[in-house]
Structure formats: structure tokens, C-alpha cells
């Protein structure tokens, strides 16, 4: 097919008005410009010489990202200006307006602004996942617990957002949030956040699921003392909420660890789990991909932030892990991961596999149909 019938084919798409987006995270959801204006407000230090330098040094591109650990290393100034309760609210009213302004829109600004006037569609149900302890003012102080500010105040501004954000949309998007817990904190902490998320999903309905996020170099749960304590910290937390689990993107995490962490932490989803894709092509080894399918795990996948991390070597290699989740009859859906870091949009990554053919329109309606099926949102209704 010609790029021109690509193309054709790509604006024949009969968008729904508003898809979900399940796989965002709130320290990659504001958009650059609006970043640097809270850490300005704030008198945030070591944000460079003025805002050409603050996007230099946050912006997540191939000259600067080579992998997991270095696409993440930013992340510890970008809680420290989204830390406390006040950054916090402003944050997650930023990212979720983001959402429905530009997650249809092909093109964007260089600082995330939106550049069209009709985009595809609007991001209508959103899962918004950050990890409240990260947000106390603590984040230098790896392992610590305790920071600035209060994490119940943290939380509670959190849902008060979701909730104000909603009533001036009039419910044209809904959004979730997912409490996101740190493979890089100790288990006390943990275990902290994981009895206040227990103690506030009593009275916040805007909290619909719990996530592990983080390096997996520096626990790829392959221990198995620390996957029974990142149990009890699910098993505490997760009792009446949706699962998931960032398991899988790199090689730190190998297919027994992958097989181990899904079974122990029995999640409803997953995020990136390649690492089932890399045992099944490079030795034959379908035990992880069998587990994803028996198990009907939904499959969280974030096309350009895998391409940044090296998790999947090239768009072509994407078509290849899309191949084969269908080969196995695995349900997989499309998110941006860190969108404003990576100034990009669902639509903008839709079309880059797409255009490279690592995709079919019919793939593409399937996995939206999904995504929307399998949202935690329902758990609300
Ligand atoms: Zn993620």
C-alpha cells in the first residue's frame, strides 16, 4: 500500500467521539509549558536556566533515553513540583483537561499545547495513575516516608479534582485514579500507602485501582520475599479495587519473574508485559503469553514509550508484539504512558504504528472497544 492509501485509509477511520485511555501517569500529564509554570510559581529549584532549558532536560526523547531507568529519572523533580495538596489538585485538573483537548489531536505543540482545531476524538473515560507518597515533598529521599506534606491531604486533593473537573465537563469525561505503588520504595512504605488506600477507598469513589510502577532493575520482584511483600501490599490495597501491574518491560524482569509476579499478584491487567513476547520469539517459551491468555489479561501497551525505553526495538517490532497478542487471543489496549513528557497524543501514536503498518484499522477499533470494556471506571457504576 502507498502512503497515499495509507493515508486515505487512516482518514476513512470512523472515530468514536470519545474513547478511554487506561494507561496515563499524572507526573507525565502536564503539559511542559504548564509544568514549568508551577515549578516557577512554587520556587521549585534546578529547573535550568529559564523554560527552552527546563523542556531540554525533561523532555523524554531517543538523544536522551536509553532505557527504563533513564526514561524515569526525571520523574523525582517532576513529583517535587506536583508535591503537596494545592500543585497536586492544579496537576490533575491540568491532565485531565489535557486529555480531552489533545488526546485526539495528531499534531502538538513543543510544549504539549494542542495545534488543532477538530482533533479525532476526546479522551472521554481516563485512568489517571500517580503514587500519592511520591507527592509528600520526599521524593529525594528514595525509601523515605516521611515528606512535607500530609499523604491523606494528598489523596483527598487528588479526588476533590477528579470530582470538580467532572461537574465543569458536565461528565463528558469521567476519570479514575490508580494509586500507583513504587518497586524503588521500601515495603514499610508500602505498606503505608497500601493501608491508606485501604482506608480511603471507604469514602473516595474517584480511587478505582491500584498500579506498581517503577525501575524494575532495582526490584524485579525475582526474590521471593520481596514478590510476598509486594502481595500483602496488593492483597491490603487491592481488595475492592482493579489491578494492574507494570511487569515485564525490560529484561531485569525474566519470564519466571513475569509468570511468578502475575500469579502472586493477581492482577486483572497488565502493563507492557513484552517480556512474554521476548521468551516466546527468542526460545520458543509461550508460558507467559499462555498465562496472558488464560488468565484474559488485558494488555496496557504505550507504543512510543516503549520504543524509548528499548522495551520494543522499532514500530515494525510493534507490529510484530500486536501479531502475536492477536496469534494468542490476548486482549491488548493503546495508552500514552507519559504524554506530555513524550509530546504526543493516542492519536499521534495510533497513527505512527499505522503508517508503518504495524497495525490494521480493524486492530486499532478493537482495541479501543476494549480499552473501553475493561476500564476500572465500571466499578464505579
Ligand atoms: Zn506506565
Not at 41 to 62: A, H, S, T
Not at 113 to 137: D, Q, V
Not at 162 to 176: A, H
Request: aromatic share 8%.
Amino acid at each position: 500500500m502507498t502512503l497515499e492509501e495509507k493515508k486515505a485509509q487512516w482518514d476513512a477511520i470512523q472515530w468514536p467521539n470519545t474513547v478511554t485511555e487506561l494507561h496515563v501517569h499524572l507526573g507525565g500529564s502536564v503539559p511542559l509549558y504548564r509544568l514549568w509554570e508551577i515549578a516557577l510559581d512554587r520556587g521549585i529549584r534546578g529547573m535550568g536556566q529559564g523554560y527552552e532549558e527546563f523542556v531540554q532536560l525533561i523532555r523524554r526523547e531517543d538523544s536522551k533515553v536509553t532505557d527504563l531507568d533513564s526514561y524515569l529519572e526525571i520523574y523525582d523533580r517532576i513529583e517535587l513540583i506536583q508535591s503537596g495538596p494545592d500543585a497536586l489538585r492544579q496537576s490533575v485538573i491540568i491532565a485531565i483537561h489535557r486529555a480531552f483537548l489533545t488526546g485526539g489531536m495528531v499534531h502538538l505543540g513543543p510544549g504539549g499545547e494542542g495545534a488543532e482545531g477538530t482533533p479525532l476524538f476526546s479522551i472521554g473515560n481516563l485512568e489517571l495513575r500517580f503514587n500519592p507518597l511520591k507527592r509528600t515533598g520526599a521524593v529525594f529521599l528514595k525509601g523515605e516516608h516521611a515528606g512535607l506534606y500530609d499523604v491523606d491531604r494528598v489523596i483527598r486533593a487528588a479526588c476533590g479534582a477528579v470530582e470538580d473537573v467532572e461537574l465543569g465537563f458536565r461528565q463528558r469525561i469521567n476519570t479514575g485514579i490508580l494509586i500507583c505503588f513504587g518497586r524503588d520504595m521500601t515495603h514499610e512504605a508500602n505498606m503505608i500507602l497500601a493501608k491508606k488506600v485501604d482506608k480511603w477507598i471507604e469514602r473516595e469513589k474517584k480511587i478505582i485501582g491500584i498500579d506498581l510502577a517503577g525501575s524494575e532493575s532495582t526490584n524485579p520482584l525475582s526474590d521471593s520475599t520481596r514478590l510476598k511483600e509486594m502481595k500483602e501490599v496488593y492483597d491490603v490495597a487491592g481488595k475492592y479495587l482493579g489491578r494492574t501491574v507494570h511487569v515485564g518491560e525490560t529484561r531485569h524482569v525474566d519470564i519466571e519473574t513475569f509468570i511468578n509476579t502475575i500469579e502472586a499478584l493477581n492482577p486483572h491487567r497488565v502493563a507492557h508485559p513484552i517480556t512474554a513476547c521476548r521468551a516466546y520469539w527468542e526460545n520458543n517459551d509461550d508460558r507467559g503469553l499462555k498465562l496472558l491468555q488464560e488468565r484474559s489479561l488485558v494488555c496496557e501497551l504505550c507504543v512510543k514509550s516503549n520504543l524509548l525505553t528499548g522495551a520494543v526495538a522499532s514500530v515494525e517490532e510493534y507490529g510484530k508484539v500486536i501479531n502475536t497478542f492477536d496469534d494468542f487471543e490476548i486482549p491488548y489496549t493503546f495508552s500514552t504512558d507519559a504524554p506530555s513528557l513524550q509530546v504526543t497524543s493516542l492519536a499521534s501514536e495510533l497513527l505512527l504504528l499505522f503508517l508503518h503498518g504495524a497495525i490494521t484499522t480493524e486492530q486499532i477499533s478493537r482495541a479501543l472497544k476494549i480499552a473501553e470494556q475493561s476500564t476500572f471506571l465500571h466499578s464505579l457504576e
